[in-house]
């Protein structure tokens, strides 16, 4: 049955529909993705070609936008890519309303599948492959050079079923043996680049909800890996054994407890630790247990949970800020009750859909600042006149590509180079013209 929708087009009313009808409609729907999906791709590759790089625009690379593993000074397209002009990236990023680092990506997988992998975007065209799935190709092969990515694209193209990402693992492992199997006897030393330990915060049950929980990731040495592990398991189960208050919970619970158990009683050298953490609380709400506070980056947190992060640590009890405060002060530096204000004040970078969190950002002069000896005015750092930017996003506005001010209700109106206006408030970015 066909109805009306409330934009005044046509779609469908599925409640009354069997299975072959929705069958036929989730085959179109799926049709519909991908031809939309390609669009995109097309997009950010006709994008890529308009703004090639230059010796006045600079080369765009990861350095600031993409994955943590990515940011370096490497072009965004692997190797046999164009080079593109560096920051045309926001302005396909705003349009599409994404991230300038969702952006960069789409602009790289683009670059990537068009010129390394030929064969899967050839698919990807006929609309036989989905585009994320090619997009992981491209971005798993992205490293590697353009023989591998070839090799690859050879290898899965005429393969139709689900790649996942073992298929392309194993089709990078076989194209780098073939190519040069001398890398294979290096394999062990170059896989280190990818140890590391990364602590996020946030329930990996609940999406956007932190709850106190937070996940600690490592990747290293098979040997000290497993060693740390059987460490841990031990000590879950003398908490079993143990007269201990978490004897009753489940194993894996007692695991994450014993990390706990394991730092408290390998600390260095006794010290005690550091909490650093950002925390909101009313003092008139310091002696309910039920009562809530707020930690930056993180979430609410009860009293009762405070206090037992805070025992035995050494904290700083900041004063309360007047957040109304207007003082202005003849220096390009804002002093510490000043970048305190305006980091609390916007809570992440005020460039369209980036969301980099304040603490991370700088704090830039809206109006460049002119040092007074070379005639500069009075008063030119104070709150109003400062806004925090991520780094790239800094870079991005003194290169004078877009331009943004401070509008008297705390949001703020950005332009773009295509003559495109936004206006960032602090929940959302809005397409203004």
Request: glycine fraction near 8%; aromatic fraction near 6%.
């Amino acid at each position: 049955m066909l109805v009306e929708t409330m934009q005044g087009g046509w779609g469908i009313q599925v409640d009354d529909l069997d299975a072959d009808w929705l069958v036929s409609l989730m085959e179109d729907a799926e049709v519909q993705s991908r031809q939309a999906e390609r669009r995109k791709l097309r997009y950010a590759g006709q994008w890529c070609v308009l703004h090639p790089a230059t010796a006045d625009t600079g080369v765009a690379t990861w350095a600031e936008t993409g994955p943590e593993a990515l940011r370096c000074d490497e072009a965004i397209g692997g190797e046999g890519t164009p080079l593109v002009a560096a920051f045309a990236a926001e302005g396909l990023g705003a349009a599409f309303q994404i991230s300038t680092g969702a952006a960069v990506q789409l602009m790289a997988d683009a670059l990537n599948l068009q010129h390394r992998h030929p064969r899967i975007w050839a698919k990807v065209e006929a609309l036989e492959v989905p585009a994320w799935r090619a997009r992981r190709v491209a971005q798993m092969c992205a490293a590697q050079s353009a023989a591998v990515a070839a090799h690859v694209d050879a290898a899965l193209a005429d393969r139709m079923g689900a790649w996942g990402v073992t298929t392309i693992e194993n089709a990078i492992a076989t194209a780098v043996a073939d190519l040069d199997p001398e890398t294979v006897a290096d394999a062990e030393d170059e896989a280190k680049a990818a140890w590391g330990v990364r602590l996020t915060h946030g329930s990996p049950r609940r999406i956007g909800v932190w709850a106190g929980t937070s996940t600690l990731e490592i990747t290293g040495d098979t040997a000290d890996v497993t060693a740390l592990h059987d460490l841990i398991c031990a000590t879950a189960h003398q908490l079993l054994t143990d007269d201990s208050p978490w004897s009753g919970e489940s194993l894996e619970v007692r695991k994450a407890r014993a990390v706990g158990v394991i730092a408290t009683q390998t600390g260095a050298g006794g010290a005690t630790p550091v909490t650093r953490m950002y925390l909101h609380i009313d003092a008139d709400d310091l002696a309910d247990p039920t009562a809530t506070g707020w930690a930056e980056r993180l979430g609410p947190a009860t009293v009762t949970k405070i206090r037992d992060w805070l025992a035995g640590t050494r904290a700083t009890i900041l004063p309360v800020l007047d957040m109304r405060r207007t003082d202005a002060v003849d220096r390009h530096d804002p002093p510490a009750w000043m970048a305190e204000q305006v980091r609390l004040r916007d809570p992440h970078c005020v460039f369209p859909w980036c969301q980099k969190d304040s603490r991370g950002c700088d704090l830039d002069h809206i109006e460049p600042y002119v040092p007074m000896d070379e005639g500069g005015p009075p008063g030119q750092t104070r709150p109003e006149s400062l806004g925090p930017l991520c780094r790239r996003h800094h870079r991005c506005k003194t290169s004078r590509r877009w331009h943004y001010a401070r509008n008297p209700d705390g949001t703020y109106t950005w332009t773009g180079p295509h003559g495109r206006t936004y206006l960032v408030t602090p929940t959302d970015t809005r397409l203004l013209a």
